[in-house]
């Protein structure tokens, strides 16, 4: 279980995030997520053979194709296809492996714990930096709602 103690530690000192799975979608939450996370001073490394661009950054095919260091994989798949990204977090040495909210693989989690990387499972990394960082406003708060999409209007 990751505390928030932890959480923030991790989004403090993490800066480069590979999101495996992000869309070119601006309506997919791997999209929104990312978006959020680059607003605010994280390095977003798009894996995704689909695309050759996504916010600006170049896409790859997977996380061996990347040519930096990465502290944080981030997955945005469904639970069966997690182990191979885990695998190659590990490969790559990577700090985080980052399961989003979901996204729960107890095997891959293990695997990644096992080689020395912290491991995050069924949380939003949007959600949890602004949760911890103050991101979150106050309609969120008041209604007990966390949604990506703003109310049409306010009730007072």
């Not at 994280?42 to 990465?70: C, F, H, M, T, W």
């Not at 985080?96 to 909210?101: I, K, M, N, R, S």
Request: proline share 6%.
């Amino acid at each position: 279980m990751t505390d928030s103690v932890q959480l923030r530690r991790i989004l403090r000192e993490c800066k480069t995030i590979a999101v495996v799975g992000l869309s070119a979608n601006e309506m997919r939450p791997s999209f929104f997520a990312a978006k959020y996370m680059q607003d605010h001073g994280y390095r977003i490394i798009p894996v995704n053979p689909n695309y050759a661009e996504i916010l600006g950054e170049k896409s790859y095919p997977d996380l061996q194709s990347i040519p930096e260091p990465v502290d944080i994989v981030d997955i945005f798949q469904r639970p069966e296809r997690v182990m191979p990204y885990a695998e190659q977090s590990i490969q790559i040495q990577a700090k985080v492996l980052w399961l989003q909210l979901g996204v729960i693989n107890e095997d891959a989690a293990k695997l990644a714990s096992d080689a020395g990387l912290e491991a995050v499972m069924d949380k939003c990394v949007k959600i949890e930096y602004a949760r911890l960082f103050g991101g979150l406003n106050w309609v969120g708060v008041d209604t007990k709602v966390i949604s990506a999409k703003r109310p049409l209007y306010v009730n007072y």
